[in-house]
């Protein structure tokens, strides 16, 4: 298992592209399965899980290619020989559930793998399975699997998400486009990947309204057709590295990253003493003068604050002036990044579903592990303010989410290596 060797090195300087979003290619990937004529995504990120969703949906049938060394993927789903989502393959990455509605909205049946939790929470998919149902699908749960039956097709159905659900909200859409009728998704999730998959689609031919309100209207039709469509940018990524400038001083400007990705997030950076400038290429960030101020966090589905930059904004207030309470209001057991920032001298107090964070001077490196993908940034974050060295391991949590972190990072003065394990 690889390691990163991160020396604290000062202020960073310099620009960061930022990649497709992730969340928005696992969810566009896919609606392939719709139709059978070609999709193709450009802007797609170099990810190990965006191969794994290329594995999954090559199980199926789909055809895959990533192209121009993975920032383009041709798919083609004219060939389906298998309506089964394996548990080898599922159990590797959540985001497979998200075949189950494409997969029973264009051939009326379905047999999915349960997703088994991950280290952040139990990770239930109860609202993917209701909001099916509502449309008419027949589920029957049995040995680890879903098996879902529409055999005269999904209908359209009026559904009301009793919690803000991204992937539920991703799956009833995917499966809406084809149904019988209309469909009115209400406390839908408004994340820009949600809106980025309706627009997809729109472009396949589906009858879509509302996409990134709370109440999304989708005219059902016979058949989608093929399409192109760019990834929309990385808004967790792009976050990341915003924090990148702000824990060390200096100015990074993030190429392609748009404010309006970024939801209650830029005010929390604001608020904190960060500048934030929009600039043709993207955005500038540096400190607004000397110390970060401590601020109080609260995750919440989009626009609140992101609960996938959380780990991340902790990094940032374990040396703020001041003491941060944040409060991880998505997830059950998201502060798994606590102990191992403790471990560089940071003074966090969690209980339950609220870190209290004491900023001190100065974190020290020390070696770390990942315990998942937006934890093992948040300590490499941390790492490059840190005086000394720091060894994080077991970064392959960091590979799922984050592309050529050490080139990208490097660029801007940091040292940072691999240390292949
Ligand atoms: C997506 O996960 C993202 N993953 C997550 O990013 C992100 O943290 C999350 O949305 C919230 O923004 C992808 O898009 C692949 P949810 P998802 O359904 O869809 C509960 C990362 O780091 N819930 O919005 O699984 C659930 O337990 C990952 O990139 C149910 O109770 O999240 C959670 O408490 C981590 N029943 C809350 O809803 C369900 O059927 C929000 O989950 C579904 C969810």
Request: net charge negative; aromatic share 4%.
């Amino acid at each position: 298992m690889d390691s990163i060797l991160v020396r604290g090195n000062g202020p960073l300087n310099g620009q960061i592209p930022i990649a497709g979003a992730k969340n928005a290619c696992l969810t566009l990937m896919p609606a392939t399965l719709l139709t059978d004529e070609p999709l193709t995504l450009t802007n797609a990120p170099r990810l190990s899980d965006i191969r794994t969703m290329t594995q999954l949906l090559g199980s199926l049938g789909a055809e895959v290619a990533s192209l121009q060394g993975g920032q383009v993927l041709a798919l083609s789903s004219h060939q389906i020989a298998s309506q089964k989502a394996d548990y080898e393959i599922v159990r590797k990455m959540r985001a497979s559930i998200l075949v189950l509605g494409p997969l029973l909205a264009r051939f009326g049946h379905a047999e999915v793998s349960l997703p088994g939790g991950c280290a952040i929470g139990a990770r239930p998919v109860d609202l993917h399975l209701k909001a099916l149902e509502a449309m008419g699908a027949d589920l029957d749960l049995r040995d680890g699997y879903v098996h879902a039956k529409a055999p005269g097709g999904l209908k359209g159905a009026v559904f009301d998400f009793p919690v803000v659900s991204v992937g539920a909200t991703e799956n009833a859409l995917m499966a809406a486009t084809l149904a019988k009728g209309t469909t009115v998704l209400k406390n839908a999730a408004r994340e820009p990947e949600i809106v980025d998959l309706a627009r997809c689609l729109r472009r396949m031919g589906a009858q879509i309204e509302g996409e990134g309100t709370s109440t999304i209207t989708i005219q059902g039709v016979d058949r989608l057709g093929g399409a192109t469509h760019p990834v929309v940018t990385d808004r967790i990524e792009l976050g990341t590295y915003m924090l990148a400038p702000a824990i060390c001083g200096g100015e990074v400007e993030l190429l392609g990253g748009r404010i309006e990705l970024l939801g209650a997030f830029c005010e929390k950076l604001d608020e904190a003493g960060i500048s934030v400038e929009e600039t043709a290429a993207g955005l500038k960030v540096s400190r607004k003068n000397g110390r970060i101020r401590a601020v109080d966090v609260v995750t919440e589905p989009f626009p609140g604050f992101p609960t996938d930059l959380q780990a991340q904004m902790m990094a940032l207030l374990c040396t703020a002036e001041g003491t941060s309470i944040l409060e991880e209001k998505i997830f059950e057991n998201r502060f798994m990044h606590a102990p191992e920032l403790s471990r560089m001298g940071a003074r966090i107090e969690v209980h339950g579903g609220h870190a209290t964070v004491h900023g001190v001077d100065k974190l020290r490196g020390a070696p770390v592990m990942a315990t998942d993908l937006r934890a093992s940034v948040s300590l490499i974050l941390a790492a490059l303010a840190a005086e000394g060295e720091t060894v994080v391991s077991r970064v392959y949590h960091l590979d799922r989410g984050y592309e050529r972190v050490e080139e990208k990072l490097s660029a801007c003065g940091a040292l940072i290596e691999r240390i292949e394990g």
